[in-house]
Structures are given as structure tokens and as C-alpha cells.
């Protein structure tokens, strides 16, 4: 990958993740590669994103960038950081791989949501769930024109591979490879126990309609209420997120054991 400025996101609150970025932006200057720090409110540009801090910085980042696929370089700086390519400490060590093309780019699909009034693009997950004051909401789902299941309780999670590791993890939800061509509906809490998690294919249009109000989160972050008769439509995102793995990178599988903690 040829590296002619690289755009540095990072965690504020994070002191690690400001130390890396300075080192980061050192190894720039010494090899002649242009540097910008992403400042908030801006948009920044660069032909590599280096994300410093935990998952969610990650997501910011990457959402920061879309529909532009530029690649996404995850720098662990503390929590779990599931979808980073490398440690704070490695960063230096991380650019100079990915200069040197070792290193390869994961495609990772996305979802896009649209409503009435709004609409937004997650790498991880949408959600529709209760207001803050209540934690209930009473959904219909329908994938295709066909209703396919009604829910009272907290909510639903619609994911992507990608985000089966994170909230939809958490609550029940299966690990789905990344490879796959699929994402999950995760019902929050349901009040009848026979409703569980279900695949569906990435081409499906899932349609929420709230039957009492509800609230819309975008990869974590909220971006509009939804009022009970309002409907929004899920699905596959026209563009990718592009992930950086290191040549000595482990595999998904091991990413499990690891950061997971799951016995070999």
C-alpha cells in the first residue's frame, strides 16, 4: 500500500492512545509520509485511517470515512479492542508494515438504516430499543414485506459478522464468521421466551415499526427517536468498511480464543 498521508483518530481520554499518536505521527515525518490529526467536527482525509484507542474509536473512525472505502488501521489503546491489528506500543512497527505492503485489507459489509427523518451507516449494529426513562418498546418486524415476529421488551439488534462479537454478543446473539454473507436479528429482553436470535441473508430488507416509541442507535451512538406507527428499513450498506490485518495477524479463530477468552 502506497502511503502518501495518513489520517490519525484517536481516544482523547486515553492517554496511551495520545502517546501513540504522537509516535505515529513521528514515524510520518522521519519517512516522508503526511500526517493529520482528526479534529472534532472535521472530516479529515488521508489513503490510510490509523484508529488509536478501543472498538468504538474504531467505529467512529470508520464511519467518519464512509462511503469512502479507505483502509481502517485499528491501534489497540486500552479495553478489548477485538477489531485492532496491533498494540499502542506497536504502532511504529504497524506503519512501517503497512508501507512495505504486508499487510492485507478485509472487506467488512455494513448496514445502512433509513427512516422518515434520518439516516445512517453502521459497521457494527443498528438498534431500535425503549426510551431512556422506560427500557420498553414494542416492536414488528417484517424481512421482505413478510412479518416474521412481534416483540415487547427492550428492543432489537440488527448486526453485521462484524458486530456479532460486540452488543448482539452480549445478549445471546450467535458469533457469526466474517466471511459471511448474513447478519442477525437479536430481540433485547423479549418477554416471550420462545423468541430468539435469527440469521438472515445480507441481501434481506428488515422493516421495524415501532408500535410504541422507541430509539434508534447507530453502531452505539443514538441519532433520532422513533415515535410509535414510524417504521425504519434496514440493510445492506452500498459501501464497505476496509479493515488492515498484519501479514503475522492470527485468524479470526484465534482473535476468539484470545481476546475473547475462549479455552483452546
Known amino acids: 500500500m502506497e502511503l502518501r498521508r495518513v489520517l490519525?483518530?484517536?481516544?482523547?481520554?486515553?492517554?496511551?492512545?495520545?502517546?501513540?499518536?504522537?509516535?505515529?505521527?513521528t514515524w510520518c515525518r522521519e519517512h516522508g509520509v503526511g500526517a493529520e490529526?482528526?479534529?472534532?467536527?472535521?472530516r479529515g482525509e488521508g489513503d490510510l485511517v490509523v484508529a488509536v484507542g478501543g472498538d468504538g474509536t474504531?467505529?467512529?473512525?470508520?464511519?467518519?470515512?464512509?462511503p469512502r472505502e479507505?483502509?481502517?488501521l485499528?491501534?489497540?489503546?486500552?479495553?478489548?479492542?477485538?477489531?485492532?491489528?496491533?498494540?499502542?506500543?506497536?504502532?511504529?512497527?504497524a506503519l512501517g508494515e503497512v508501507a512495505a505492503g504486508r499487510c492485507e485489507v478485509e472487506r467488512r459489509g455494513r448496514l445502512l438504516v433509513q427512516g422518515a427523518r434520518f439516516s445512517g451507516s453502521a459497521l457494527n449494529d443498528i438498534a431500535v430499543v425503549g426510551p431512556d426513562a422506560e427500557r420498553f418498546t414494542a416492536l414488528a418486524v417484517e424481512a421482505e414485506g413478510e412479518e416474521i415476529l412481534a416483540l415487547e421488551g427492550d428492543g432489537l439488534i440488527v448486526s453485521t459478522p462484524t458486530g456479532s462479537t460486540a452488543y448482539a454478543l452480549a445478549a445471546g446473539g450467535p458469533v457469526l464468521h466474517p466471511d459471511l454473507a448474513a447478519f442477525v436479528l437479536v430481540p433485547l429482553a423479549p418477554h416471550r421466551l420462545g423468541i430468539r436470535p435469527l440469521v438472515v441473508p445480507e441481501g434481506a430488507t428488515v422493516?421495524?415499526?415501532?408500535?410504541?416509541?422507541?430509539?434508534?442507535?447507530?453502531?452505539?451512538?443514538p441519532i433520532s427517536d422513533l415515535e410509535a406507527g414510524e417504521a425504519v428499513t434496514v440493510g445492506r450498506a452500498p459501501a464497505a468498511t476496509l479493515l488492515v490485518r498484519l501479514a503475522n495477524a492470527g485468524s479470526f479463530f484465534a482473535?476468539?480464543?484470545?481476546?475473547l477468552g475462549w479455552p483452546a
Do not use: K, M, Q
Request: positive net charge; contains cysteine; glycine residues 16%.
Open 8 to 25: 490519525f483518530v484517536y481516544n482523547r481520554e486515553r492517554p496511551a492512545a495520545s502517546a501513540a499518536v504522537e509516535r505515529g505521527r
Open 37 to 42: 490529526v482528526h479534529a472534532p467536527g472535521g
Open 58 to 66: 474504531l467505529l467512529r473512525a470508520a464511519g467518519l470515512v464512509y
Open 70 to 72: 479507505v483502509p481502517v
Open 74 to 93: 485499528g491501534v489497540n489503546a486500552g479495553g478489548l479492542g477485538f477489531l485492532a491489528a496491533c498494540g499502542a506500543g506497536e504502532i511504529e512497527a
Open 207 to 221: 422493516t421495524i415499526r415501532a408500535r410504541r416509541r422507541g430509539r434508534v442507535l447507530v453502531d452505539g451512538d
Open 255 to 259: 482473535r476468539l480464543r484470545d481476546r
